[in-house]
Each structure stands twice: as structure tokens, then as C-alpha cells.
């Protein structure tokens, strides 16, 4: 067991060694900050936003595992749903997050929700996890280094008739290999990080700004009510966004094609419209 009691599986040291080379963006780091913002509200959203996508409004006596938990807000809600939940991510940062989100919003909860430290791309721990009703992954295993093999291993852990719930960035065509070039820029140390958060950032406050005036909508409406998006935190998101390397990224049907081929099908499809974010995708596994 590692601090804090949390399982450790992942090799000592190794997501250090790939931060300080520039390889690999602190997203513990990121939701530490936004632990701070968290309260019920936000939860509540999480917890709706799970419900819409999964098409179930309780997950009782169903196991449900997080493949990289971040803040550890999605295990929460899976939680509160009535499932048995399984987190785990391979920042240790992040895993310090869901253990203290699960100290303060679901105190005793340890019995139906365990806390764990490893890789998607390590087929050895996934399989001693077990299988699940549903495996959820969002935003997280484009951000492995070696997607297609996390999307193989992640599909291997749900049941017959289980729920694989993933969220992978949209390919945006030429522009998704700048933003690779942004990001691995961002990660090279404090000067990546203030030069492109000074240009990027501003760009879209000044961006949205100008399109609120013209359509007469209150410039503030946004941010306020951006906290009904699964939970989340604006500013939080485009940290997240700036600085998520690695960064792969896939055409809707591309994803399609490598489910269907292991005998999944699409029940649920929400896309971002072909900007920069995610594509969500639920699949069921065949009987």
C-alpha cells in the first residue's frame, strides 16, 4: 500500500521521470486546484451528466471502473449512483485527489469504492481488477502515449452485455498535430506554460467576449454556468486542454470501426461539432 493508503502497482517514480523530461502534463496538479472548487452543485452535475450518457438513473449492485480517475469527481458519481466503484490513475498527484474527494464527499465509503495506482497499458493489472458492468474512461486514454492499445486493454475489462463509456479527442484534421506541437511545448517547462497560456487563453476570452457582444448575451453567462457541464471548471478545462500531452485524437468512425470489430455496438454518441474537446461514445458489449 502506498501514502494514504491507496494501492500502488504503477513503477516508482516513472511519471516523474517523464514530467521533468517534458513528456507528460501534471494533470494531478491541475485537479488539486480544482478540488477547491468542489461542492454539491457540481457534483449534482456530474451525477446527471453520468445518468444522460449510461441511459440508467441508478447503478446499484453494478461495478463500475474509472480508468483514470483525475479529481476522482466521476467515481463519486457512479458512487452516489450505488455502484461498486474501482479508480485508478497513473498520476499519483490524481490518485491523492480521488482518495481526498472520497475522504470529504463519501466519508466510509471505502467497502464499495477502492483507490489504485497504475496504467491503463498495463495488462497485467487490469486483469487482476477484474471485469465490470461498466468501464468508463473520459478524456483519459488519448492521453497514454498509445491509445489504440488502451482502447484494446480498457474494452477487455467489461462483461457481456456491460457498458464501455470514452470520451476521445475529435480529429480536427490539420490542426490536431499543431495542438500536439502546443502541447508538448506547454510541457517543456514554466516558459512553454506562460507563453502559450498568455496567447491561447486570451484569444479565447477575447473570442467569446466579441461574440456574446454581437449576439447580446451577458459576457458572464458562460463561466457562471459552466459548472453544469459534468461538473467541471472553465478554467480548469483549458489547463487541462493547453497542457494534455500526450495527445492522440480519432475520426468518429475510426472509433466505430475498432469497436464493432470486437463485437461492441454504439448505444450513445455525443459530439462536440467538430471543434477542439471530446467525442463521447457509449458502447455495449454483445451477450
Not at 106 to 131: H, I, K, N
Not at 188 to 202: D, M, N, P
Not at 214 to 222: E, F
Not at 225 to 242: I, P
Request: with cysteine; hydrophobic share 40%.
Amino acid at each position: 500500500m502506498g501514502p494514504g493508503g491507496r494501492s500502488v502497482t504503477a513503477p516508482a517514480g516513472t511519471h516523474a521521470r517523464e514530467v521533468a523530461r517534458g513528456e507528460r502534463f501534471e494533470f494531478g496538479e491541475n485537479w488539486a486546484e480544482f478540488l477547491r472548487l468542489l461542492d454539491e452543485r457540481r457534483i449534482s452535475s456530474a451525477i446527471q451528466a453520468l445518468e444522460a450518457m449510461l441511459g440508467r438513473a441508478q447503478l446499484a449492485g453494478k461495478r463500475f471502473l474509472d480508468i483514470g480517475s483525475g479529481s476522482g469527481l466521476s467515481s463519486l458519481a457512479a458512487w452516489r449512483l450505488g455502484a461498486e466503484v474501482t479508480s485508478f490513475d497513473y498520476d499519483p498527484a490524481s490518485v491523492a485527489c480521488t482518495l481526498e474527494l472520497r475522504r470529504r464527499f463519501a466519508a466510509g465509503a471505502e467497502s464499495r469504492w477502492r483507490v489504485m495506482e497504475g496504467s491503463a497499458l498495463d495488462p497485467q493489472f487490469l486483469s487482476s481488477l477484474g471485469t465490470f458492468d461498466v468501464v468508463y474512461s473520459w478524456g483519459v486514454l488519448h492521453h497514454t502515449g498509445e491509445m489504440w492499445r488502451a482502447l484494446e486493454l480498457a474494452s477487455q475489462r467489461v462483461i457481456p452485455g456491460g457498458r464501455l463509456f470514452i470520451a476521445i479527442y475529435n480529429d480536427q484534421g490539420a490542426w490536431s498535430p499543431r495542438w500536439r506541437k502546443i502541447k508538448r511545448f506547454y510541457c517543456t517547462g514554466i516558459v512553454g506554460r506562460w507563453l502559450v497560456s498568455v496567447v491561447f487563453i486570451s484569444r479565447w476570452i477575447v473570442r467569446d467576449l466579441l461574440a456574446d457582444l454581437v449576439w447580446r448575451r451577458n459576457p458572464l453567462a458562460r463561466y457562471r454556468g459552466y459548472g453544469e457541464q459534468r461538473g467541471m471548471s472553465v478554467w480548469h478545462d483549458w489547463r487541462d486542454w493547453l497542457g494534455g500531452y500526450p495527445f492522440e485524437f480519432a475520426k468518429p468512425e475510426a472509433i466505430f470501426d475498432f469497436y464493432r470489430a470486437r463485437g461492441f455496438e454504439l448505444r450513445r454518441l455525443t459530439t462536440n461539432g467538430g471543434t477542439v474537446g471530446c467525442n463521447e461514445y457509449v458502447f455495449e458489449r454483445e451477450t
